[in-house]
């Protein structure tokens, strides 16, 4: 077994000579007569220095901006800091800036799917579709601000729809087309969008899912949408449904007008103008609406794309993703450094879990990005991808959506390849980036992070605010970051703000992970110290699951949580009271999983379903999620649980019961 900590990897000297960091470094010490001796020394200086460390990446990447900004940072406040005041900028021009830096035919996008094979898309292309997307919007009235929304797969007119949005000024949001009606409408009747892109199914583990019945709810519950775009992506609609609001199929958006896209011009918009809305699910009421800005996104992702994953000009990344998830934002950051997206629509362990490494493998790929879920997967079904592809080209592996075991990475140096830089990263929705991450001129250490962030002004506090080494606490950033929410939709006076990161610490981002940070700087996240469901990588919100649970006959209440295994997998069991009148059989549970996965998503589909005599709630009428979910994890009732906040301190008893009768088996396999 691979020990926690155990040395995997260092770079060779060329490795490490012809990273970006190191250039960055050389950099700073001829340009800027700055000179730090390793990365611990640079984090240290760019979280304490944050406008002189922001300002610099300003420089180093070359922002465009029409107008000439006053500062770099008002006042260092959270929320409500403004960057670059007086900026005017535009994201999809930074995205796009590279298309004459080199063979315009060269492929900005390669993508594959279940219903298509391997394809590219051209830079010349991507820049002309953006382009007459981008006027034909103009066209339908959207303007700066307005909101455009796609129920769309992961595939090309997705992102060419999202470039061209960010193009004029409105504000992007999306939702994958797993997810059943009622979760996107949750999403999008806060927003309220003019615009709403849908493709009429998607294609998943072999089976075509039809989307039509989903999407004429979605549009009869959005009063603000006023044209549809239509994509025939399954093809098995002939005529397009009557929604009593305007409809075009997609070919008509991309169709080129004599003089429809000449000339085009960006819209130049405020850095802190919003760019997109990303929406992180709680643990009660509504999806949180998070808005990111312009100016914001593009200083964390160069940065993050350039120093902690290496990306360069030419490279392919390749990353498995839904456009339900942060991850699928960040497959800009390859053409942020003039290098190539892949994208792919489908399971992604269909026919094997080796299919995603033999596209890596395809599509040439320096950079993989994974989950450790999925190599678990190819671990028990004795999958080797060296034995099955060419992974020459490859140069690193990046592991998110979930704490990464030294198992994890111990399996890919012996079953990729053994000079491979492997890094656990993490981050989250609200940054729309990573917190914790990989440094290529560091070495690996098994079932660590490398390092913080440049920028991110991260610690770990324990529950008075003290400063915690090499033992768990709450991960909390002290500095604002440029890419930190601007605000949650219909929350501009920050209330939902600060009541949902900033009530255990005022003046303080607590994220809501625990961590480990190590005297030599890595990290361990340890997974969520909140009762936010991290499914398989994906958070989700169990409020999306109460809301469905309410409308089914018999049960009468529920409790749901999500914990993280020893072997790095997940359990997520739902607690159902029923209301007497019924019995949990094998139709109810049948009914419910069956309707979570049509109304929510798969993920919200739980492992198991176990009647409970009772759920616990505080005294405010709050359901004991994080309690439970302690008692499952091992933690005793006396640390997990304050019985004097309690409306009926009697129900725990029942599910420190149960969460010890999940031990015992253990217990005895262990001492046998």
Known sequence: MTEQGELLWTGSNDY??????????????????????????????????????????????????????????????????????????????????CAEDGDPDRPFLLHKSELRPLQAMSWAEVVRDVHEIATKLRALGVKPGDRVAAYMPNIPETVLAMLATAAIGAVWSTAAPEFGASTVIDRFTQTGPKILFVADGYRYGGKDFGRTEQIKSIVSALESVETVIWLDYLEI????????????????LVEKQPSSAEGFRYEYVSGDHPLWILF???????????????????????????????????????????????????????????????LYDGHPAFPDAGMLWELAAETGAQSLGTSPTSVQLMASQNISPKTKADFSRLENIFLVGSPATPETFAWLYSNVKPDLWVTSQSGGTEFCSGLVAGVPVLPVYAGEIQARALGVDLHSYDENGALLVGVPGELVIRKPMPSMPLFLWGDENFERYRASYFETYPGVWCHGDRITVTERGSCIVHGRSDATLNRFGVRIGSAEIYRTLEQIEGVADSLVVCIEEENGGYFM????????????????????????????????????????????????????????????????????????????????????????????????????
């Open 280 to 342: 992180s699910s709680g643990t009660t009421g509504l999806p949180k609406p998070i808005l990111h800005g312009h100016l914001g996104i593009l200083l964390e992702h160069y940065k993050s794309a350039a120093f902690h994953l290496d990306l360069k000009p030419g490279g392919v990344m390749c990353f498995y993703t839904t456009t339900g998830w942060m991850m699928w934002n960040t497959l800009m950051w390859a053409p942020l450094m003039n290098g190539t997206a892949v």
């Open 237 to 252: 609609t002939e005529a397009l449904p009557d929604f009593g609001r305007a409809i075009l199929r997609w070919p008509s």
């Open 573 to 672: 069991p739902l607690f159902v009271k029923l209301d007497g009148k019924q019995e949990l059989d094998d139709k109810l549970i049948s009914q419910i999983k069956r309707r979570l996965q049509k109304e929510r998503s798969p993920r919200h589909v739980p492992d198991v379903v176990i009647e409970t005599p009772d759920i616990p709630y505080t005294l405010t009428g709050k359901k004991m999620e994080i309690p439970v979910r302690k008692l499952l994890m091992g933690h005793p009732a006396a640390t997990s649980v304050n019985f004097g906040s309690m409306r009926n301190p009697e129900a725990i008893d029942w599910y420190a019961r149960f969460a010890e009768s999940r031990r015992e088996p253990r217990d005895k396999e262990q001492q046998a």
């Open 16 to 97: 490490i000579a012809g990273s970006n960091i190191s250039k960055f470094l050389d950099w700073l010490k001829a340009e800027r007569q700055l000179e730090f001796a390793t990365y611990e020394e640079l984090w240290s200086w760019s979280a304490t220095e944050i406008e002189a460390f922001w300002q610099i990446i300003w420089d180093y990447f070359e922002i465009h901006s029409i107008t000439q900004t006053s500062s770099v940072l008002e006042k260092r406040v959270m929320p409500g800091a403004k960057w670059f005041p007086g900026a005017r900028v535009n994201y999809t021009e930074h995205v796009l800036r």
